[in-house]
Nanobody
Framework: QVQLVESGGGLVQAGGSLRLSCAASGSISSIHAMGWDRQGPGKQRELVAEITADGRINYGDSVKGRFTISRNNAKSTVYLQMNDLKPEDTAVYLC???????????WGQGIQVTVSS
């Protein structure tokens, strides 16, 4: 099994930066991909960024050029560097792990990011 623990959220002014971390434990080798979704107030959940085990990266259109996903060498922790934050980036950010050969993802508890104007 895989467990995820997120950290790094908080309150920031528009134009500022934050870095989120998502640490995975358990069966790390079973993880096909890790990433972040987000859900803002009154909005649908959307993909923020994802990185696969072989290093392929995908970003949601709204964050391209501002956010960067990366991971440590052990592939157990994923980071989301968020720059030039905007009020519309305010959301609960949810880390997930896509597990090989299962239809179910593992999710973290979610972390609040609030960007003030």
């Amino acid at each position: 099994q895989v467990q995820l623990v997120e950290s790094g959220g908080g309150l920031v002014q528009a134009g500022g930066s934050l870095r989120l971390s998502c640490a995975a434990s358990g069966s790390i080798s079973s993880i096909h991909a890790m990433g972040w979704d987000r859900q803002g107030p009154g909005k649908q959940r959307e993909l923020v960024a994802e990185i696969t085990a072989d290093g392929r990266i995908n970003y949601g259109d709204s964050v391209k050029g501002r956010f960067t996903i990366s991971r440590n060498n052990a592939k157990s922790t994923v980071y989301l560097q968020m720059n030039d934050l905007k009020p519309e980036d305010t959301a609960v950010y949810l880390c997930y792990a896509d597990i090989v050969a299962t239809p179910l993802d593992v999710w973290g508890q979610g972390i609040q990011v609030t960007v003030s104007s």
